[in-house]
């Protein structure tokens, strides 16, 4: 039976990952399959299960299970632990869990981190400024802090969540969380992990945010630069979209399912041409 993979979630239809995916299989010539597939909204352990018994080695999993997959993991991450989400399953046998075992994991983080280290942004001692403080933030927190910068800052609309964020993250770094109105200035990479960028939304930010040769990171990406990317770039920031992120986590994952590193470099390119 041919190894498959796959990534579940609802809705399904526009995820680039089996085409990345297919991408990374051919360069690499390992021989597997990759879908996507829609599970119920009320049944994801059970599509994993009838997924595993059809020849499943491995999936990713995107909105809305990425906290049902962290649920039906026997061992996870340090970082999926803390992100309480994991957006990569791993069936045993692979030395990361035994057979039938299933590890998680989230590479959203590392492929944040790598995608940034790509265009040469300094982490090291780097003032962070982070906006949003939803599942997608809490899943590259701990990969960011691991890359020792002088200090993460978290601003979210409803503040009390990025303070609970921060007190999370408190013993691995100096971070700290409060409502737009609390961010300063100064910093030498901002990253958007809101959704305001899907309703053309900017959050009230001040227009002094950037430090000098700033970076400005946006999780989404278009064919267009979103409003926050236009906003930053308009005050001298760099802006960096998520395309590489995307690129960059599920080379991740097919790493961990195949030992293989593919080269992201032509996938991602392939994949700006077609947005
Ligand atoms: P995700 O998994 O993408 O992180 P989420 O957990 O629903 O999704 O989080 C969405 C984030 O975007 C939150 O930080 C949310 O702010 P609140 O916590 O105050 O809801 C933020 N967000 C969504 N729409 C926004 C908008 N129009 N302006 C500012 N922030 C917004």
């Known amino acids: 039976m041919i190894d498959r993979y796959c990534v579940f979630g609802h809705p399904i239809g526009h995820s680039k990952s089996p085409t990345i995916h297919a991408a990374f299989a051919e360069q690499t010539g390992e021989h597997l399959e990759y879908t996507a597939i829609e599970a119920p909204l009320d049944d994801f352990a059970g599509a994993w299960r009838a997924f595993v018994a059809e020849g499943g080695r491995g999936a990713n999993v995107t909105v809305p299970f990425k906290e049902a997959a962290f649920a039906l993991c026997d061992t996870l991450s340090e970082r999926a632990r803390r992100a309480g989400a994991v957006n ?25 981190v790598r995608d940034l280290k790509r265009h040469e942004v300094r ?24 890359e020792a910068p002088s200090s ?46 899907l309703a053309g939304d900017l959050p009230p930010l001040p227009d002094a945010l950037f430090a000098p040769g700033a970076t400005a990171h946006d999780m989404m990406y278009g064919a267009a630069p979103t409003v926050f990317l236009r906003w930053a770039a308009e005050r001298g920031a760099r802006p960096v979209d998520g395309l590489g992120m995307l690129v960059e986590q599920a080379a991740e994952s097919f790493f961990q399912w195949r030992g293989k590193r593919p080269d992201t470099a032509p996938v991602r390119e392939a994949l700006r041409r077609a947005l």
Do not use: Q
């Open 88 to 112: 990569t399953l791993i069936l045993g046998g692979n030395g990361l869990s035994d057979d039938f075992k299933v590890y998680g994991d989230t590479t959203d983080g590392v492929g944040l």
């Open 123 to 146: 982490l090291a001692g780097a003032r962070i400024l982070v906006l949003g403080a939803g599942g997608a933030v809490r899943g590259v927190l701990e990969p960011l802090l691991a």
């Open 152 to 197: 993460v800052r978290i601003a979210n609309r409803t503040a009390a969540k990025a303070e609970a964020l921060a007190d999370d993250f408190g013993d691995l770094g100096t971070i700290a969380g409060g409502g737009f109105e609390t961010v300063g200035g100064g910093f030498d990479l901002v990253i958007n992990g809101t959704s305001a960028s």
